[in-house]
């Protein structure tokens, strides 16, 4: 059963414009949203988190948006670069502190 | 401060051996996890070393185990090895508390089944 559904799998953006990626979760122990920015030949890495009792949490150009109950939340990547085309993995933490992750989104972003 | 380190970084094996990944956790990092990285199914929990005591576990058959050490490094272990067992292995340390549950992330190694 997969906990935290992802989408699109793979998205193509053009250099400045917006790229939006969806996470739907199951479980409502989840009390933690991260989400981890994966380049070629690299390990995950975080890139922004939120909790649930905020409903957006912006960085830079990365925004998430969190809607607790449609158990819905999103990432933005404002004027979207190519130093940004990666993969993009969502997930839920609750309290055995294991990340439980959406299957991943490829972004790329062309110049 | 030094990353999280995994040995070695590609694995060619064969069919029905066996193979044993390493993985050294950032300075003071008691959780070790480790997870299965393929295109298809993207990342899967393996499992997590707490204090050299296996806390999680994931949905994996018992080819697949694990131990960590007194000094928190831990090792993998995938016996009897199967086609499907190529994938990306990612070790992940981490200082989990309530406030904090970031996971860092190691480079991986590659492991193909031929």
């Known amino acids: 059963q997969q906990q935290v559904k992802q989408s699109p799998q793979s998205l193509i953006v053009q250099k400045g414009g917006i790229s939006i990626i969806n996470c739907a979760y199951e479980n409502t122990a989840f009390d933690y949203f991260p989400w981890y920015q994966q380049f070629p030949g690299k390990g995950p890495a975080l890139l922004i988190a939120?909790?649930?009792?905020?409903s957006e949490k912006k960085e830079g150009r990365f925004t998430i948006s969190f809607n607790k109950s449609a158990k819905q939340f999103s990432l933005h990547i404002m004027d979207s670069q190519p130093g940004d085309s990666a993969t993009y993995f969502c997930a839920g933490v609750g309290g055995s502190y294991i990340p439980t992750f959406g299957r991943g989104t490829s972004l790329i972003v062309h110049p | 401060k030094a990353g999280v380190t995994q040995t070695p970084r590609y694995l060619i094996k064969t069919r029905g051996q066996q193979v044993t990944l390493s993985c050294s956790p950032i300075?003071?990092?008691?959780?070790v996890s480790w997870y299965q990285q393929t295109p298809g199914q993207g990342l899967q929990f393996l499992f997590e070393y707490f204090s050299e005591t296996q806390r999680n576990k994931g949905n994996f058959p018992g080819r697949f185990s694990g131990r960590q050490f007194s000094n928190s490094r831990s090792e993998m272990n995938v016996s009897t090895l199967e086609l499907g067992d190529s994938a990306l292995y990612l070790c992940a340390s981490s200082s989990p508390t309530a406030l904090n549950t970031e996971a860092f992330f190691g480079q991986g190694t590659r492991l193909t089944v031929v």
């Open positions: 939120i909790r649930p009792d905020v």
């Open positions: 300075s003071g990092h008691r959780s």
